[in-house]
Structure formats: C-alpha cells, structure tokens
C-alpha cells in the first residue's frame, strides 16, 4: 500500500505553506478521487471509453501483494497463474476506497486505522460493481483480458514447481449431478 499516496498524487501544492493548507489540500484530491469514482478508472482506451478498475494503484498493489517473490506468494495457485480473480480485485479496490477515505478524512496517512467493517462494506458494493462491469459488451471482456495481462506480469520470472496430476485433481473433485 505504500505506493498509494504516489500512485494517486495525494500530495500537496508546493504552493500550500501552512501545515492546515497541505492537509486540506490532501482532503479535496482523495475527496475528488472517490466523489467522482476516478480512484477506479485507469486511461481511456483507443476507443475513448473508460478504463473500469483499471487504475495503476490496483495494479501495483495486486502485483505487489499477491505476486511479490515470497514463500507465501499465490503464484502457486493455477487460478492465480492466469488471471487475478475478480474477489481479488475487489478487496484490493475495498482497500483502497478504506484508505482513500481516510486520506479524505485526515489529509494525512491513517492506515493503521483501517477496519475491516469498511472494507467488507467496500468489498460487497465493489463485487456488484465488476458483476455490473462484466455484464457490459464491452467493458466486459476489456476487464477480463485486464486481468489475465496483470496475472502474466505478475508470473514473470517465476516457474511453477508442479502442476497437479490428474490423479490429484481426481481425488479432489467433488460429483455435481
């Protein structure tokens, strides 16, 4: 989450002298940013239509967090492996509407006050909204190819230990009729 703050230019003017100026100054940028939805948006694309969740902080914040080189990284998990899953990018997208709210609130950085009651209700309004994005024509399929790009960036460099067989996958599948 570090990268946040930059990734959205929650900065002051170096115009804004008084410590009371570059707070407020903070306040009405994280308040434009979740006011409007641009927090969600990234570029346009060739066609002009907006970018949905495609901002770079989520992009880098998912990379970071669920593809980071650790012992603990989810690149060992196939589903991880070809896209980011969509209740990924909506908690990622929770968090950053709970931070951008602090921001909005404080003017400075609160993190450590972040609840998980704001993020759950983030995370469920956030769900609806991708359900909403994937049900477009358009914007649709942009989000899904989105995703699959972020989960092959986040795969670079890293090489599966093991594929499951078929007779671990058997003995793992549960009968649906």
Known sequence: MKSLRADYELYPPSTAKMEEERIAAVK???DDL???GKYLRG???????ASNFAHCAHKNI????????????LCQFPEFQEYVPYKVLALVTAM????LSLFRKHGIDKSAQVNSQDIEEGYIALNEAISNVLDHPHH???????LVDWAQTGMTGYVTKHKPTERMT????????
């Open 62 to 73: 998912t990379l970071a967090f669920y593809y980071a080189n650790t012992s603990k990284c």
């Open 28 to 30: 009405k940028k994280a």
């Open 170 to 177: 058997n003995e793992f599948a549960p009968v649906l009729d």
């Open 43 to 49: 570029e346009p694309d060739d066609q002009g239509r």
């Open 34 to 36: 979740l006011s409007t």
């Open 140 to 146: 649709g399929p942009k989000l899904n190819a989105m």
């Open 96 to 99: 950053v509407h709970a931070l």
